[in-house]
């Protein structure tokens, strides 16, 4: 399985062989991208600048002034707490930039706290003319890309990308899939309740929380939000209207990210009566471990979810 971050840099080289109008900026992370693909191909349309987001982001407000599509590459926890300043203020011009916001999650947690991007959602989504979108897969990555570099969308936009590997036991996208804006895309189907998620990590545990789900009699439905700050209201209201549990899977933490911007969006829109809704995030500062390490002591792992799914039902 080709990672998200792979594809993304396969992607652009793609995408630059016919639009001409985008370049790439790095902040000295180029290497966990594999940027030097790109940069090697298109050496005047690639910009290191080094361990100095602030002014990465400025230099990107420039070029969109000038019509250009800046492309701009940091770990998410340094690209929109350091420069969320610069950011907002791009933004006020009206110009569009794409922000990738890589190392997105609590996983891999290696690195620690500092590296760890939990917060990156709520820095964002209250900045006007902003689109927050996480990919899945390889397939995802490459329709989202395709989606913000398309001339439809006006907005800034940000892709968290994942890095490393998919888990093995992650399950695939519909052979039909499409990518469809502010849409999820079903992963299970379920009768008994449904639980909306975003990412490689938390699909997978959500995936694994509903086999063990399932061996009690419970058919969860997994939905796969890779737009997390806008929703389309009339397939949310179809979606949801058989179901009266809903639960809601951040990587993220518990408050600001897609759980209280799409439960907040449903109860706006008063598709929320007579639900029950349970959300699921990180509670605390991150851990550092393993996967399995991390998620378990956060309780967010499968085994955690499914009995915390259990315990509501009985309530």
């Known amino acids: 399985m080709i990672s998200v971050t792979n594809s993304f840099t396969n992607s652009l080289i793609k995408f630059a062989k016919k639009n001409k109008n985008f370049v790439v900026l790095d902040a000295d ?20 600048n080094g361990i100095a987001e602030q002014d990465m982001i ?77 990919p899945y897969n390889s397939g995802e990555t490459y329709e989202i890309l395709k989606h913000c570099l398309g001339k439809n969308e006006k907005n800034n936009c940000a892709i968290r990308l994942s890095i490393g590997p998919a888990p093995d036991s992650s399950p695939k996208l519909p052979s039909n899939y499409k990518f469809e804006y502010g849409k999820g895309t079903q992963i299970t189907k379920g009768k ?27 058919n969860l439905e997994i939905i796969n939000m890779s737009c997390l700050n806008y929703f389309n209201k009339s397939w949310l209201r179809e979606k949801i209207k ?13 408050s600001g990210g897609m759980s209280d911007l799409l439960i907040s969006f449903l109860t706006e829109n008063h598709l929320t009566d007579k639900k029950v809704l349970k959300k699921f995030g990180f509670t605390n500062f991150p851990a550092c471990g393993t996967y399995e390490e991390v998620l378990k002591f956060h309780k967010l792992d499968h085994v955690s979810l499914s009995n915390q799914i259990i315990k509501k039902l009985k309530r």
Not at 76 to 100: D, H, M, P
Not at 242 to 254: A, M, Q, R, S, V
Request: with cysteine; aromatic share 14%; net charge positive.
């Open 29 to 48: 992370l180029s290497d966990d991208l594999d940027l030097q693909k790109f940069s090697n191909l298109y050496p005047s349309r690639f910009i290191q």
């Open 58 to 134: 400025s230099m990107a407000g420039g070029i969109a002034r000038m019509g250009l599509i800046p492309i701009v590459n940091s770990f998410a926890s340094f690209l929109t707490a350091r420069g969320n300043e610069q950011i907002y203020n791009n933004a006020t011009e009206g110009s569009k930039i794409i922000y990738v916001s890589l190392y997105a999650g609590a996983i891999p947690a290696g690195a620690g706290k500092s590296h760890q991007s939990l917060r990156d959602i709520s820095l964002l989504s209250n900045i006007p003319n902003f689109r927050i979108f996480q």
């Open 192 to 218: 008994d309740l449904i639980i909306f998620s975003y990412g490689q990590t938390m699909i997978c545990e959500a995936f694994k929380a509903s086999q063990l789900l399932k061996k009690k009699n419970i």
């Open 242 to 254: 058989n179901f009266k549990y809903l639960f809601f899977l951040d990587d993220h933490n518990f």
